[in-house]
C-alpha cells in the first residue's frame, strides 16, 4: 500500500516538474550589425575634367563645354550615386586653388567661377554659387543609389586677364545624407 | 561604286544610332564601424572594403582627416578593378597610433605615478575618406576627382592607476639596513 503511494506521488512530482521546465522561457541575445556601403563616380565628360575653352578677357558667365550638350541640352557633368549603395548621399564640392596659370602665378579668383546642381538635368542654372577651397555642401542632397547629381560650371574672366591655360583641381565629396561636409 | 556608297552609308547611320558610350569613374566604400573606443598607447587598425561598380579601374585610397590626420598611416592606392561590386569589397586598411593623452602624476622622475582620470574622455574625431588618383589634363579648366567621406570617432580609454609605492618601500629598507651594517661593524672593530 505503502508502496503505491509513494510510486503515486512519485508520478505527481514528475508531471508537475515537466510541466513546469517545459513553461519556462529560455531567451538569448540576437544582434546583428548590417554594413553600410556607397560608390559614387564621375560622369565620362566630368572625369575628363571641367573646360572652358579658349576664352576673351572681360567675358563673363562662359559655359564649360559640357554644360548643354546632352540630348535635350541637358548637362553631360553629372555625379553618379551607384545602384550599389545602400546610403544616401550629400554631394559638396570644392577646389584645391583659385585657376592659376601654368608657368606663371597670376590666378583667375574663385569668385568668377561659379557653379550650380539640381537632380534634373536640365535645372542647374544661373546664378552660379562661387567655388571655394573649402567644402561646401550643394543643393544636390539625399541622393538615392541608381540617381545622379547634375552639375553646369560658368567663369568670368576679368579685363586685361593675363593670356596662357589656367588649371586647378575640383574635387566632388559625398556624406551620408544630414553629414557636415 | 554604288554598292560601296550605300554600304558606306549605311555605316555611318549605324554608327550615329550607336548608343553614347558613358564610362564612369569613381570609387566605394563599405564600412561597419563609425566609432571604436582605443586604448591609449596603442596601435589600432580599421579594415574597410574599397569597391568600384562603375566602368574603369582606379587606383583606390584611404586617408583620414581632421584630428585623425596626424595620426594615420594608411596603405599605399592599390587597384579597384571596374566592376567589383559591393560584396566583393577589397579589404584596406587605415591605422591609428594613439598617443598618451592622460596626465599622470609622478612622484619621482616619472616613476611612482598615479592617474584618476577626472579628465573629460579624449576623443579624436574625423573622417575617414575612400578616393582614388586623378589625371591630368590641358588647356583652362579643372582637374576633377570624386571621393567619399565616412565619419569615425576614435574614444580614447583612461585606465585609472594607483601609485605602486611597494619598491619604494623596499628601497627605504634597503638603505635602512645598510646603514645597520655600517654601524654594527664600525662597533664590532
Not at chain 2, 572594403?49 to 583620414?64: I, Q, R, T, W
Request: hydrophobic fraction near 40%; glycine fraction near 8%.
Amino acid at each position: 500500500m505503502i508502496k503505491e503511494i509513494v510510486i503515486e506521488l512519485a508520478s505527481i512530482l514528475l508531471l508537475a516538474l515537466t510541466l513546469v521546465s517545459a513553461q519556462q522561457e529560455q531567451t538569448t541575445i540576437s544582434n546583428v550589425t548590417v554594413n553600410k556601403y556607397v560608390a559614387i563616380g564621375l560622369s565620362t565628360n566630368l572625369t575628363e575634367g571641367i573646360l572652358f575653352g579658349t576664352l576673351d578677357p572681360g567675358t563673363s558667365d562662359n559655359n564649360a563645354t559640357h554644360n548643354y550638350d546632352g540630348p535635350g541640352g541637358e548637362t553631360t557633368y553629372w555625379v553618379a550615386i551607384s545602384s550599389d549603395s545602400n546610403v544616401n548621399v550629400d554631394i559638396c564640392i570644392k577646389d584645391n586653388a583659385p585657376l592659376t596659370r601654368s608657368g606663371g602665378s597670376e590666378t583667375i579668383p574663385n569668385s568668377n567661377y561659379t557653379w550650380n546642381c539640381s537632380t534634373s538635368a536640365t535645372a542647374p542654372a544661373l546664378p552660379g554659387t562661387a567655388i571655394s577651397t573649402s567644402y561646401a555642401k550643394t543643393d544636390c542632397t539625399g541622393i538615392g543609389g541608381g540617381n545622379n547629381a547634375y552639375f553646369r560650371f560658368w567663369l568670368d574672366i576679368p579685363a586685361g586677364q593675363v593670356p596662357g591655360d589656367y588649371n586647378n583641381t575640383v574635387y566632388f565629396k559625398g556624406v551620408e545624407a544630414g553629414q557636415s561636409c | 561604286m554604288q554598292k560601296f556608297l550605300l554600304s558606306l552609308l549605311l555605316f555611318i547611320i549605324w554608327l550615329a544610332f550607336l548608343p553614347i558610350v558613358e564610362a564612369t569613374v569613381g570609387v566605394g566604400i563599405k564600412w561597419k564601424t563609425e566609432s571604436e573606443i582605443v586604448k591609449e598607447g596603442s596601435r589600432v587598425c580599421i579594415t574597410y572594403g574599397l569597391y568600384n561598380p562603375f566602368d574603369e579601374d582606379v587606383m583606390g585610397f584611404l586617408k583620414a582627416t581632421r584630428d585623425l590626420e596626424n595620426i594615420s598611416e594608411a596603405e599605399e592606392p592599390k587597384l579597384i578593378p571596374a566592376g567589383t561590386d559591393s560584396e566583393h569589397a577589397i579589404p584596406t586598411q587605415i591605422c591609428f597610433t594613439i598617443p598618451k593623452v592622460y596626465k599622470e602624476d609622478c612622484l619621482l622622475f616619472g616613476y611612482f605615478c598615479e592617474r584618476k582620470c577626472e579628465e573629460e574622455q579624449v576623443v579624436f574625431e574625423g573622417e575617414v575618406v575612400a578616393a582614388y588618383q586623378l589625371k591630368g589634363m590641358e588647356g583652362t579648366g579643372s582637374v576633377t576627382g570624386s571621393s567619399f567621406a565616412v565619419p569615425l570617432r576614435l574614444l580614447v580609454e583612461c585606465e585609472p592607476m594607483k601609485r605602486n609605492l611597494t619598491p619604494l618601500y623596499f628601497l627605504i629598507a634597503l638603505v635602512v639596513l645598510l646603514i645597520l651594517s655600517i654601524i654594527l661593524r664600525k662597533r664590532i672593530k
